[in-house]
């Protein structure tokens, strides 16, 4: 049986190869999947823990953070298009009309 | 075996979603990206959690991407050479602070093993007990988790509504 250990150290590479998208690229849709990128490591930590915990708990909540990503990728998607629509860019750096 | 199995699917989860970042285009992005989300449905059968990684395999690698995927294509994006270039000088300076930040990560989980809990009643012989791992999730859900899972169902409507307001023309 692989360790705990294992699973977190995948767990926190995944996340920090997410952030890392999010701060280095500029296309607001690879921004969009960078995020689900840590969602998912946050997942495969809550999975492990509960395997290691031996309580189920923890797939339950899996479950739930899976259905909050689907309503945030499609609400995001949805903006992005309507940023692409009135700006006809997804470039986060030319999109700043909130700027002042 | 299982250790073996375990090494290839996290070298090919990191190393898709390393790439998710790396490529330019937006396209390639999003198929190393459904690589990725694959290769974790592995990990989580290697970890025994047969429903999220049919999941996974359903509602990540199936329905988010080909969403992804339907508007990269709308929007028929293409990678344009001067934010190669800013790329290239940022992740100059971000890739050494995210290794630092991966310390960080760890760290803090390590901290947290030091407190878990002793372990719980929930192991794989009562979840055969249960009739399979499905089988008892699906009776905790619906028993432990149905409040939640009743509250999910407005979650949906409200980002249903939300994305046919979002997308809709507007009539001027």
Aim: glycine share 8%; aromatic share 10%; hydrophobic share 60%.
């Amino acid at each position: 049986m692989v360790p705990l250990h294992g699973y977190l150290v995948v767990s926190a590479l995944l996340f920090v190869i997410g952030v890392t998208g999010v701060l280095v690229r500029r296309n607001a849709i690879v921004i969009l999947m960078c995020i689900e990128l840590m969602l998912n490591a946050a997942n495969l930590s809550f999975v492990a823990f509960s395997r290691e915990l031996q309580n189920l708990s923890g797939q339950i909540f899996v479950f739930f953070v899976m259905v909050v990503a689907a309503a945030e990728v499609t609400v995001g998607l949805a903006i992005i298009v309507t940023l692409y629509r009135n700006w006809k860019t997804i470039h986060v750096d030319e999109i700043r009309m909130l700027k002042g | 075996m299982e250790l073996f199995l375990f090494v290839i699917f996290s070298l090919l989860t990191v190393g898709s979603a390393a790439a998710v970042v790396w490529h330019p285009h937006p396209v390639k992005s999003a198929l190393f990206l459904i690589l990725s989300f694959f290769s974790m449905g592995g990990l989580y059968l290697l970890l025994q959690a047969e429903f999220i990684a049919l999941m996974q395999v359903l509602v990540y690698a199936g329905a988010v991407m080909v969403l992804f995927l339907f508007v990269i294509m709308l929007l028929n994006l293409k990678p344009r050479g001067e934010d190669r270039t800013a790329f290239k000088v940022r992740i100059r300076w971000a890739g050494p602070l995210a290794l630092l930040f991966v310390g960080g990560v760890l760290t803090a989980m390590t901290g947290a093993l030091a407190r878990v809990a002793p372990a719980g009643a929930q192991g794989p012989e009562w979840v055969v007990a249960q009739g399979g791992n499905i089988r008892a999730l699906g009776r905790l859900l619906f028993t432990r988790g149905l409040l939640p899972f009743e509250v999910t169902s407005i979650l949906l409507l409200v980002a249903v509504v939300g994305v046919m307001v979002l997308a809709k023309k507007e009539r001027r």
